[in-house]
T-cell receptor, first 116, second 114 residues
Framework: AQKVTQAQTEISVVEKEDVTLDCVYE???????LFWYKQPPSGELVFLIR??????QNEISGRYSWNFQKSTSSFNFTITASQVVDSVVYFC?????????????FGKGTRLSVIA | KAGVTQTPRYLIKTRGQQVTLSCSPI?????VSWYQQTPGQGLQFLFE???????NKGNFPGRFSGRQFSNSRSEMNVSTLELGDSALYLC?????????????FGEGSRLTVL
């Protein structure tokens, strides 16, 4: 069965510090997709990135970067030079794709607080 | 273009009542998924509809039901409400079903059951 674990429930950092949000997943499929979403106070989940299981290349988008390591079943998310506006909840998610893409399974989320 | 619209945004019901929540997807999106978010269980998949057909269903009791109309708008209904149904109900749309692509979420309907 698929499972996503975000061990960090809450993280607090001082503005301009770098912060890494951890995500560990479990799946028996060899084909799957991993996602990160963020959830501001307004409630909607906002898509950040999708990675398929065959692409272990790390990705950088502005201050955001993602480190996908199949060997450790991890898909970690790093925010460089954090800002107060980054203070939202971040979710990691998994969709298995071996037999048609399954609905997203989310981790419990990590609430990031960036202190000015 | 307009995003995913959910109505009502907030509602309060009492145990035993029923509730209907509505979701209008982004224009051109034919797939609608529903998720329940609670502090204890987190985000849990309820169901997915595509072209008026339920494609997938999560592990929820039969009190939870949904449907999709020909214009892709979707409704979900919860009957015989229980205290534990208090949650944020999120709707998401995508162009096709099962794409494992980007889902576009609405701001949710926050249900409180007293």
């Amino acid at each position: 069965a698929q499972k996503v674990t975000q061990a960090q429930t809450e993280i607090s950092v001082v503005e301009k510090e770098d912060v890494t949000l951890d995500c560990v997943y479990e799946t028996r499929d060899t084909t799957y997709y991993l996602f990160w979403y963020k959830q501001p106070p307004s409630g909607e989940l906002v898509f950040l990135i999708r990675r398929n299981s065959f692409d272990e290349q790390n990705e950088i988008s502005g201050r955001y970067s993602w480190n996908f390591q199949k060997s450790t079943s991890s898909f970690n998310f790093t925010i460089t030079a954090s800002q107060v506006v980054d203070s939202v909840v971040y979710f990691c998610a998994l969709s298995e794709a071996q037999s048609g893409n399954t609905p997203l399974v989310f981790g419990k989320g990590t609430r990031l607080s960036v202190i000015a | 273009k307009a995003g995913v619209t959910q109505t009502p945004r907030y509602l309060i019901k009492t145990r035993g009542q029923q509730v209907t929540l509505s979701c209008s997807p982004i224009s051109g999106h034919r797939s609608v998924s529903w998720y329940q978010q609670t502090p204890g269980q987190g985000l849990q998949f309820l169901f997915e509809y595509f072209s008026e057909t339920q494609r997938n269903k999560g592990n929820f009791p039969g009190r939870f039901s949904g449907r999709q109309f020909s214009n892709s708008r979707s409704e979900m209904n919860v009957s015989t409400l229980e205290l534990g149904d208090s949650a944020l109900y999120l709707c998401a749309s995508s162009i096709l079903a099962g794409e494992a692509g980007e889902l576009f979420f609405g701001e949710g309907s926050r249900l409180t059951v007293l």
